[in-house]
């Protein structure tokens, strides 16, 4: 054949490539140390083992026994006996399962009826099985709150097991359902529980469940589904009752009992029911609108819209199925028969950020801020920018006002010029001072000239909502914050608008640099501050910085006084009179030589001298050799007797001493005499300098730091008798032939005691001792008044400590001392919204827990941080649900308060009073376009009916909601099972 050598070459050629394919590859393996015995290796099942459905139903029965599980049991529990089990999670074919045991408190078993309870109880011959008996229970019927297999068939407690979510699918199959709820019912079996099991099948959204309970002769099968479209016969209790029987075979003589739900919703589909109030600022600046014109008022309200939906269902809690007909033809079951009414709210998933909220937030990320202002703005941090004027000139508004301020100045013509540009540049809101925006790119802010000035006149110019007996009076527990309304309470408000309305962290930067600028310039022109108590000490109950402000206040109230007695034209007593005291920095070295030689005779001082001598010296300075001035006022008494001729060998002490006038007194004590019996002058005194705390804390450092020495227990004694030196020398120049004992009788009386056996006075025992303070004081002080002493305090030196701190402070620290402040101007804001709406009595009530969280802030600053988040939510709940009541209350109308009130409260609530209900009636049936109200309302959005029935040792239940999207089908039957079957 032809064929027949060229098939032999190509199989010879076959066989033989394969042959060397053969070689390569156990060559190959033989190279890579692979051993022919390895094809030789057979696969060993062991059937001994236990499989993953045998570990799971391990697993399952091990859980219920650490539950603890038995029965249902039909007797009350309470929230307080209800334990928290642990779900536990186990795996069957690769995938993840959780089993939970899910129970809730409950009341005794409520039945609907009585009848059906005893006939089933009749059928077992005394008290039916728990399980059975809560299928016939109404106390989970319809409610919102619990799981949905407790409202669907009544259990009050249930096994389930469902699939963990994934980033896959939590879908699980019919098939394998049954294979999950197999295992719980065995473990169930072996573990003696007759606990409801439910097993999850398709997908955890749709609450599709099959389950089984079972006991001795009789078990119990649940399934259910979902229905894309309602079937024909299921729209009526008519269709349902006969799919009820025929699925449980009752006989028509037993009449089965049917609970019924409507429910009727209006969404808010446009967004349009809130009622909050803007304030006066705005997130979005509109162009040309000064948004600080007028006082600042807070905004309140959620900025985007949080209610979703009100939903109104009526109820027929459980009537039997022959006494309401409800067919094709007719129905009975309306709104206007229904025993029961409930309204809710639905909110939004997004609850939406407050306004007030957002300006505590905002406020609260500069508490995060470790970083000066000074730093933050830069070498013009506390520099007034110049601008130019017509004349090309250019020139500091600032300088400019100030000049209008000060009559002594002379003004020119550019400078009337400008100051008229700049006063209608602000429009007449600020008339003391110019206010220059900053516009580098890192202190850039959104704030305009005329801005920033109304900011700083209503914090400076318009007082006229300040009032010194309201300072103290606060909403909330005492915080250490600033007086109400004052200067600092009133700036953390616009401080607080501006971070969260008008450019963040670079405004509120330029708003205290300009704040600063202006506290410096009322010391530097001695206006008092605006807003501020008279004290003549700072309040350690309020914060540092109104403590460094109370003290710059005192300080220009000090400086005022003593300008006023330093060009006073009046006698030397009338000065004294009015405030000697606060004339002791005024004066120079040559005045107070001239002071001590006053001391021998007051006539030879010339006060009018002494005015023209004056120069800008602040306060006297102590003589650095106490020898050489105790010498030169022997000298100088010495002249005096001379030159009057009353010096004699003879002459003593105290003859000296009467040669010395009083100076220096307040007046004369009405009663008490010097124990020489002259009159008992009250001298006039320093006043202790302001401190703040801070200042006294690093008093109380340096004492520390002293050491232990003698010589550091000298100077400490020095440093804290500085106060006594200058009392016991305005007291010798007051009393010119007073004894220590005098001085003792007035400045501390205690120390003046009564012998009780002789009935004389004399000194403490303390007071004996040569070595006592008080006698070296006395020993080692001059006759001087407190005119010609030394200022115990310097207030030039510590009101620029203040400044200085000012000027460097954080936004940490600042804003942490601020928001105590802040918190009540929120907290004030809520209260005058909930009074002026009417809004429920629960919202004030919740100050009582904001109290609580609020108590002591800006004591500790850094523990502070902690309780801000809780603080805030607090505030946002509160002014959240206020947003939601006026929302309903706008809708449902004036007269429904209290039924608002409760719906926000609860969530939900029943609609008992006839006036609501025709309110609520009105409302739902003036919602949809088609209806014209008049009480009428369209088909309800869901209905719900549970179906109960009970016959011949068993108790069945159906439940079916009927939606426009589809509906939900699921029962539970009761069989009864056979000797065979068990």
Not at 817 to 832: G, I, K, M, R, W
């Amino acid at each position: 054949s032809p064929f027949f050598f060229p098939c032999f070459f190509f199989c010879f050629f076959f066989c033989l490539r394969m042959t060397s394919l053969e070689d390569i590859e156990v060559k190959e393996k033989h190279e890579e140390g692979e051993e022919d015995d390895l094809y030789n290796v057979f696969e060993i099942v062991d059937y001994s083992t236990a499989t993953p459905w045998e570990k799971l139903v391990d697993d399952a029965e091990k859980a219920f026994r650490d539950w603890n599980l038995n029965c249902l049991g039909c007797e009350p529990m309470k929230n307080h006996e209800l334990m928290r089990f642990t779900p536990m999670e186990v795996t069957l074919s690769g995938r993840t399962y959780r089993i939970s045991y899910n129970a809730c408190a409950r009341k005794r078993l409520t039945p609907v009826s009585k009848e059906q309870l005893r006939t089933l109880d009749a059928s077992y011959h005394g008290e039916s099985p728990d399980t059975l008996r809560w299928l016939l229970a109404s106390n989970f019927d319809f409610d919102p709150d619990v799981h949905c297999i407790h409202s669907r068939f009544g259990w009050p407690a249930f096994v389930l097991i469902e699939a963990v979510e994934n980033q896959y699918s939590n879908k699980v199959s019919l098939s394998e359902a049954k294979m999950l709820l197999g295992a719980l019912v065995v473990a169930a079996t072996n573990a003696n529980v007759e606990v409801p099991l439910f097993a999850q099948t398709r997908e955890v959204k749709e609450h599709v469940y099959i389950g089984q309970s079972g006991g001795i002769g009789w078990a119990v099968y649940i399934d259910g589904a979902n229905l894309p479209r309602t079937p024909k016969q299921c729209e009526n209790i008519s269709g349902l009752m006969n799919i009820f029987r025929s699925k449980v075979h009752l006989p028509h003589t037993t009449k089965s009992f049917i609970s019924v739900k409507f429910t009727y919703i209006v969404r808010n589909l446009f967004q349009d029911w809130s009622r909050s109030f803007e304030g006066t600022v705005s997130k979005k600046r509109k162009s040309s609108v000064n948004r600080f014109l007028q006082p600042l008022v807070f905004p309140f309200g959620v900025e985007e819209e949080t209610l979703d939906s009100i939903s109104f269902a009526c109820a027929w809690p459980h009537f039997r199925e022959d006494v309401l007909q409800d067919n094709d033809l007719h129905s009975e079951l309306t709104p206007a028969n229904a025993p029961n009414w409930w309204l809710s709210v639905t909110r939004t998933k997004d609850l939406g950020v407050g306004r007030l909220e957002r300006i505590l937030r905002g406020f609260a990320l500069l508490t995060q801020m470790n970083v000066s202002v000074k730093d933050f703005l830069g070498e013009d941090a506390y520099v007034d920018t110049e601008f130019q004027d017509d004349d090309n000139k250019l020139s500091s508004g600032r300088d400019v006002l100030r000049s209008l301020a000060n009559p002594s100045k002379v003004l020119t013509d550019d400078i009337v010029k400008t100051s008229r540009d700049i006063s209608a540049r602000l429009n007449s809101v600020v008339v003391n001072t110019v206010r220059t925006v900053r516009s580098s790119d890192k202190s850039k802010t959104e704030l305009s000239v005329d801005e920033m000035d109304n900011i700083l006149g209503h914090i400076f110019i318009k007082t006229a909502d300040w009032n010194i007996e309201d300072a103290d009076k606060f909403s909330m527990n005492r915080c250490k914050g600033c007086p109400n309304n004052g200067i600092l309470f009133n700036l953390a408000r616009y401080i607080s608008a501006a971070c969260a309305f008008a450019g963040g962290v670079p405004t509120v930067a330029n708003v205290w640099s300009e704040f600063v600028m202006e506290i410096r310039w009322h010391w530097e022109n001695l206006t008092p501050l605006p807003r501020m108590e008279e004290v003549k000490q700072p309040n350690m109950n309020h914060c540092l910085l109104q403590q460094k402000l109370d003290l710059i206040n005192c300080c220009i109230q000090r400086q005022i006084q003593r300008n006023k007695l330093r060009h006073s034209k009046t006698s030397e007593s009338a000065l004294v009179e009015k405030d000697a005291s606060e004339d002791y920095n005024a004066t120079v070295t040559q005045r107070r030589k001239r002071g001590q030689a006053q001391l021998e005779k007051v006539k030879d001082f010339d006060d009018d001298d002494d005015d023209d001598d004056d120069d800008d010296d602040e306060f006297y300075l102590c003589p650095e050799d106490e020898e050489a001035a105790m010498e030169r006022l022997k000298q100088l008494k010495l002249q005096e007797q001379s030159r009057s001729g009353e010096t004699s060998k003879g002459c003593s002490t105290s003859d000296n001493a009467n040669n010395f006038e009083p100076t220096g007194v307040l007046k004369t004590h009405a009663t008490m005499k010097l124990l020489d019996g002259n009159p008992f002058n009250i001298p006039i005194t320093q006043e202790t300098g302001p401190i703040t705390e801070d200042m006294l804390h690093l008093r109380l450092k340096e004492m520390e730091e002293m050491g232990t020495s003698a010589e550091a227990s000298e100077r400490r004694t020095q440093l804290q008798s500085l106060q006594l030196r200058s009392d016991v020398e305005a007291f010798k120049a007051a009393n010119p032939t007073a004894v220590i004992e005098d001085f003792i009788r007035w400045h501390s009386p205690r120390d003046w005691v009564k012998n009780e056996e002789t009935g004389d006075y004399s000194l403490s025992s303390r007071m004996k001792h040569e070595d006592n303070v008080w006698n070296v004081i006395w020993k080692q002080s001059f006759p001087l008044p407190v005119k010609q002493q030394r200022a115990l305090f310097d207030t030039t030196t510590e009101v620029e400590k203040a400044l200085q701190y000012l000027e460097n402070i954080s936004f940490q620290d600042m804003s942490r001392q601020l928001f105590p402040s802040l918190v009540e101007n929120v907290y004030t804001t809520q209260l005058d919204y909930l009074e002026k709406n009417n809004c429920p009595l629960f919202l004030l009530d919740e100050r009582k827990n904001l109290k609580y969280l609020t108590s002591g802030l800006g004591t500790d600053l850094d523990d502070d941080v902690d309780r801000y988040e809780d603080i805030i939510a607090q505030l946002a709940h509160i002014e959240r649900e206020a947003g939601v009541f006026v929302s309903v209350l706008s809708q449902l109308g004036d007269g429904t308060e209290d039924l608002c009130s409760n719906v926000i409260k609860d969530g939900r609530c029943m609609v008992l009073q006839k006036r609501h209900r025709d309110k609520v009636l009105e409302f739902f049936s003036s919602s949809h376009p088609e209806n014209m109200g008049g009480g009428v309302l369209n088909e309800p959005q869901e209905r719900e009916f549970i179906i109960r029935g009970a016959h011949s040792e068993s108790a069945h239940r159906m439940y079916v909601s009927l939606r426009e999207d589809g509906a939900t089908i699921c029962g539970a039957f009761t069989s009864a099972l056979s000797d065979s079957s068990l």
